[in-house]
Nanobody, 123 residues
Framework: QVHLVESGGGLVQAGGSLRLSCALS????????MGWFRRAPGKEREFVAA???????TYADSVKGRFTISRDNARNTEYLQMNSLKPEDTAIYYC?????????????????WGQGTQVTVSS
Protein backbone atom coordinates (compact mmCIF):
# COMPACT_ATOMS: atom_id res chain seq x y z
CA GLN A 1 0.00 0.00 0.00
CA VAL A 2 1.28 3.44 -0.95
CA HIS A 3 1.46 6.21 1.61
CA LEU A 4 2.53 9.81 1.26
CA VAL A 5 2.72 11.67 4.54
CA GLU A 6 3.31 15.42 4.69
CA SER A 7 4.53 17.34 7.69
CA GLY A 8 5.85 20.78 8.53
CA GLY A 9 2.84 22.99 7.93
CA GLY A 10 1.75 25.65 10.35
CA LEU A 11 1.15 29.35 10.98
CA VAL A 12 3.83 31.86 10.07
CA GLN A 13 4.00 35.61 9.62
CA ALA A 14 4.50 37.16 6.21
CA GLY A 15 8.17 37.14 5.30
CA GLY A 16 8.81 34.02 7.32
CA SER A 17 9.84 30.51 6.30
CA LEU A 18 8.58 26.97 6.59
CA ARG A 19 9.88 23.63 5.37
CA LEU A 20 7.47 20.93 4.34
CA SER A 21 8.44 17.27 4.21
CA CYS A 22 6.80 14.35 2.47
CA ALA A 23 7.71 10.72 3.04
CA LEU A 24 6.80 8.00 0.56
CA SER A 25 6.33 4.37 1.52
CA UNK A 26 5.10 1.40 -0.45
CA UNK A 27 6.93 2.34 -3.64
CA UNK A 28 10.56 2.82 -4.67
CA UNK A 29 11.09 6.50 -4.01
CA UNK A 30 14.04 6.88 -6.36
CA UNK A 31 11.97 5.89 -9.40
CA UNK A 32 9.27 8.51 -8.85
CA UNK A 33 8.97 12.16 -9.78
CA MET A 34 7.83 14.07 -6.72
CA GLY A 35 5.67 17.16 -6.76
CA TRP A 36 3.92 19.72 -4.59
CA PHE A 37 0.51 21.20 -5.25
CA ARG A 38 -1.65 23.54 -3.17
CA ARG A 39 -5.29 24.50 -2.79
CA ALA A 40 -6.06 27.97 -1.49
CA PRO A 41 -9.46 28.75 0.05
CA GLY A 42 -12.09 28.99 -2.67
CA LYS A 43 -9.67 28.06 -5.44
CA GLU A 44 -8.75 24.98 -7.40
CA ARG A 45 -5.67 22.97 -6.61
CA GLU A 46 -2.61 24.28 -8.44
CA PHE A 47 0.90 23.15 -9.23
CA VAL A 48 3.73 24.46 -7.06
CA ALA A 49 6.91 22.52 -7.87
CA ALA A 50 8.26 19.19 -9.04
CA UNK A 51 11.57 17.35 -9.00
CA UNK A 52 12.64 14.46 -11.19
CA UNK A 53 14.57 11.39 -10.10
CA UNK A 54 17.74 13.02 -11.38
CA UNK A 55 17.09 16.26 -9.49
CA UNK A 56 15.78 18.47 -12.28
CA UNK A 57 13.27 20.97 -10.89
CA THR A 58 10.46 23.17 -12.12
CA TYR A 59 8.37 25.78 -10.33
CA ALA A 60 5.20 27.76 -10.71
CA ASP A 61 5.95 31.37 -11.54
CA SER A 62 4.26 32.50 -8.33
CA VAL A 63 6.84 30.72 -6.15
CA LYS A 64 9.96 30.84 -8.29
CA GLY A 65 12.87 32.35 -6.38
CA ARG A 66 11.15 31.85 -3.01
CA PHE A 67 10.49 28.11 -2.82
CA THR A 68 12.99 25.29 -3.27
CA ILE A 69 12.08 21.66 -3.84
CA SER A 70 14.57 18.92 -3.00
CA ARG A 71 14.67 15.21 -2.36
CA ASP A 72 16.66 12.74 -0.28
CA ASN A 73 16.45 9.32 -1.88
CA ALA A 74 18.13 7.67 1.12
CA ARG A 75 15.31 8.93 3.36
CA ASN A 76 12.49 8.45 0.80
CA THR A 77 11.57 12.06 1.46
CA GLU A 78 11.02 15.21 -0.52
CA TYR A 79 11.09 18.73 0.86
CA LEU A 80 9.69 22.13 0.03
CA GLN A 81 11.61 25.01 1.56
CA MET A 82 9.37 28.07 1.52
CA ASN A 83 10.95 31.47 2.13
CA SER A 84 9.60 35.01 1.97
CA LEU A 85 6.11 33.68 2.52
CA LYS A 86 3.15 35.84 1.55
CA PRO A 87 -0.47 35.73 2.72
CA GLU A 88 -1.43 34.48 -0.74
CA ASP A 89 0.66 31.36 -0.10
CA THR A 90 -1.96 30.31 2.46
CA ALA A 91 -3.27 26.93 1.31
CA ILE A 92 -3.38 23.24 1.95
CA TYR A 93 -0.19 21.81 0.47
CA TYR A 94 -0.23 18.33 -1.03
CA CYS A 95 2.68 16.17 -2.08
CA UNK A 96 2.29 13.86 -5.03
CA UNK A 97 4.27 11.13 -6.77
CA UNK A 98 4.34 9.71 -10.28
CA UNK A 99 6.38 6.85 -11.63
CA UNK A 100 9.04 7.75 -14.19
CA UNK A 101 11.44 10.59 -14.81
CA UNK A 102 9.35 13.24 -16.57
CA UNK A 103 7.97 15.98 -14.39
CA UNK A 104 4.45 17.23 -15.01
CA UNK A 105 2.38 20.20 -13.84
CA UNK A 106 -0.85 18.30 -14.35
CA UNK A 107 -2.62 16.75 -11.37
CA UNK A 108 -3.88 13.86 -13.45
CA UNK A 109 -0.33 12.71 -14.12
CA UNK A 110 0.31 11.94 -10.45
CA UNK A 111 -0.94 8.61 -9.16
CA UNK A 112 -0.25 9.03 -5.47
CA TRP A 113 -1.24 11.84 -3.12
CA GLY A 114 -0.75 12.81 0.48
CA GLN A 115 -3.52 14.00 2.76
CA GLY A 116 -2.29 17.61 2.78
CA THR A 117 -0.83 19.95 5.35
CA GLN A 118 -2.14 23.42 6.15
CA VAL A 119 0.08 26.45 5.67
CA THR A 120 -1.26 29.77 6.93
CA VAL A 121 0.61 33.02 6.39
CA SER A 122 -0.58 35.98 8.41
CA SER A 123 -0.10 39.58 7.29
Amino acid sequence: QVHLVESGGGLVQAGGSLRLSCALSGRTFSTHVMGWFRRAPGKEREFVAAITTSGSTTYADSVKGRFTISRDNARNTEYLQMNSLKPEDTAIYYCAARYGDNWSRRESMYAYWGQGTQVTVSS
